[in-house]
């Protein structure tokens, strides 16, 4: 309970604090400089193909504020988007953005207020990992059980520290790094960075600043010897570069767009593979009717 209830202040107090219009203080996780844009947004719609396309109530677990336009798209054709969060301000700004479209829940994905099958599908993006080990396998379970029979929901995970492909990527990223940093006057005056939240120096300040919160990553092996038997459970991949690879190493004058559009295409050949070894997997759930535990009550 320490650990969720310093988790809920942080987003409160700083994650979910808006540094620009529209941007907030956790966008620091991610690659904004225009070199990404075409790789991000189209990782982003990754997630989509693995969606239910309609119907009545689909849940975002841990929504924060929904703070990517693509997030958008996931329910657009439902009624309406239930925002589960334990950081209240995350779901105000949230209501901001979807108004009467959606309903806002605060609670613990390890306990969702609502009965079985709810949900005709689900997301829950870079919110389980804030949970502790222990507790991860029934956050997921949990999303499992209020997904309705032929619903379909994706859950977006990071295998942190223990990426194989990150881990060998580690040397290559610290040299860059070190490379940049000797750099950094002359690449300022370039304008490399720019589109870059931190290229404004005084965000820079305030964003270095401000520690992050608690964050904990299972590994593969762990993802298929626990979670196998949930309902047509697949790894795939989400995204196989960390944010730390790619500010590092992807650069536009080193045809950074044409590596990442290469590689977005081998992600897509062999999505099993880069799910298993790159940064971010994605966990499929799929319950097809007539699995163990369908037909059970539908509706909180
Ligand atoms: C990294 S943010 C991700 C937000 C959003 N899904 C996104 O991708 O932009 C994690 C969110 O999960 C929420 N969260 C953390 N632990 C939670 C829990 N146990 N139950 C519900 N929400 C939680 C946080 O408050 C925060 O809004």
New binding site residues.
């Given amino acids: 309970m320490e650990i969720?209830r310093q988790?809920?202040d942080f987003?409160?107090s700083v994650?979910?604090k808006e540094i620009a219009e529209g941007l907030y203080q956790?966008a620091r996780?991610e690659d904004l400089r225009p070199v990404m844009r075409e790789y991000v947004h189209r990782c982003h719609q990754r997630l989509k193909r693995h969606l239910s396309s309609r119907g009545g109530l689909f849940l975002?677990?841990?929504?924060?504020?929904?703070?990517?336009p693509e997030?958008l798209e996931y329910a657009a054709e439902f009624r309406y988007r239930v925002c589960?969060?334990?950081?209240e301000v995350?779901l105000r700004e949230a209501r901001r953005r979807i108004g009467a479209r959606g309903l806002f829940v605060v609670?613990?994905?390890?306990r969702i207020p609502f009965k079985p099958s709810a949900f005709d599908s689900l997301t829950?993006?870079?919110?389980i990992h804030?949970?502790q080990l222990s507790e991860q396998e029934s956050?997921i379970r949990e999303l499992a059980r209020v997904l309705a029979d032929g619903g379909r929901g994706v859950i977006?995970y990071s295998w942190g520290e223990r990426s194989p492909l990150m881990q060998l990527a580690r040397l290559p990223i610290a040299i860059a790094q070190a490379v940049r940093r000797s750099l950094a006057g002359e690449m300022s005056r370039q304008g490399e960075a720019s589109g870059d939240l931190t290229a404004n120096r005084s965000v820079r300040a305030e964003l270095i600043g401000r520690p992050g919160t608690f964050t904990f990553h299972h590994d593969y092996r762990w993802a298929s010897a626990n979670l196998s038997d949930l309902p047509g459970f697949e790894i795939r991949v989400w995204r196989s570069v960390s944010t730390a690879f790619t500010r590092a190493l992807v650069y536009r004058a080193l045809l950074g767009r044409l590596w990442l559009a290469v590689l977005f295409r081998l992600e897509d050949l062999a999505p099993h593979w880069f799910g298993r070894m790159g940064q971010y997997p994605m966990f499929l759930i799929h319950k097809l009717p007539g699995h163990p535990g369908a037909g059970e009550e539908r509706r909180a």
């Fill in positions: 969720k988790v809920r987003y409160d994650g979910w956790n996780y975002d677990a841990g929504s924060g504020p929904i703070q990517y997030y589960l969060d334990i950081s995350a609670g613990d994905v390890t829950s993006l870079h919110t804030h949970l956050g977006v």
